[in-house]
């Protein structure tokens, strides 16, 4: 069974989302995509798709493929320039190596953005960093600035930052940022930071980004500050993502400049596919914590409140529990997940992996078929579940929502 609301391909393998914009009355949305197989590969493309919202969305040709120069096309970002025309930076890869991207552009063709035309490379890595990729493009004040992820050359997480007036100049600033040297610090054990996302909020700057620690799989984790000439001063560092999931997520403004998030979840598939688009999210600060809730488009989707069985396979609940409450989902096949309220945290259970989670309020889970996410305010928990034609929920009900998601 493959999901009706998160994005997958019509076959094949997807991870990083990248590029999203509302552009002609639609979502215009890029990822990375290896087609043919469903396992991650060296020579991955950039796929596109489209739709009135993210949770609709259609496949398209593939946008950008290796050659010319260009052994991978790996995650990167887009840009509107004043004029309107539109410019995707990638990172080219090829062996022997992989760590060290290129940072290339390229432009499309036509006002659908189908067809692409790959352009020049436009930064090198620079000495000091063994790994080097995913830039991010935004507009900075009268100009453009650009920032990449990587590792330094001591082994430490790193941020690297450029600077441009037309888009096509780019001048090397260094190290934009470092892990926090307190070793208690969120992210301080950090050995490469990925896909990193740079934006405003309410006037203060936020970084998300994708992490590798020694001490644990992939997570995302985020710093607020101030940005300024080519350098990030992180005032307080947090943690979006508390499963293996959720990871290398993309950050845009929606149809109406909202700020949004999208995540690729890893470790969901099926026969002939593998990897998928997490529903979006909006963001917004409170304090120094980014929080996340699932984007209002969701709720096109949603059926009138249902009682604890629903028949359909995907379900949307909105949970206002008190402590030490505890709600169940079964599926046809079984127990899907299983969540418990311990003080400050909810416990989320699977059959693969258990997370404990802050809490702040309400408890959104979306089941969509196979797909499981579930976001606190404070953070999200995605994984694979065993999917089944009628859910049925059970535990402490008095302060649950539930809602059949339905296609429109």
Known sequence: MRPEFHFTADAGWINDPHGIRHHGGRYQVFFQQVPGRTDWARDVHWGHAVGDDLLSLRQLPIAISPGEGDGGIWT?????????DARIFYTSTDLPTLDHGRIRTATPRDDDWIAWRKGDVVAETPAGMSVFRDPWVFRDGSGWSMV?????????AAIVSYRSDDLHTWSYGGLALRPAED????????TLWECPQLFEIDGRHVLVLSVEDPGEPRYVGYAVGRWSDGRFDAEAWGRLSFSRSPYAPTFFPDAVGRPSLVFWLSETAGEDWAGTLSIPYLL?????ALTLE?????LR???PQSGPAVDAPAVDIEWSPSEGDALTIDGTAG???ALRIDGDEVQVETAVQTSRMPLAGVVRIIIDGPVLEVTTGLGVFGALVAPGSRLTVGGDLDGARIHPLVRA
């Open 76 to 84: 990167g970002s887009l840009v509107v320039d004043d004029a309107g």
């Open 284 to 288: 917004s600060l409170d304090g120094d």
């Open 294 to 298: 699932p984007h209002p488009d969701l």
């Open 301 to 303: 989707h949603r059926r």
């Open 148 to 156: 990449v992820g990587g590792r330094h050359d001591d082994g430490a």
């Open 183 to 190: 070793p208690d610090t969120a992210l301080a054990r950090n």
């Open 335 to 337: 127990a899907l997940v």
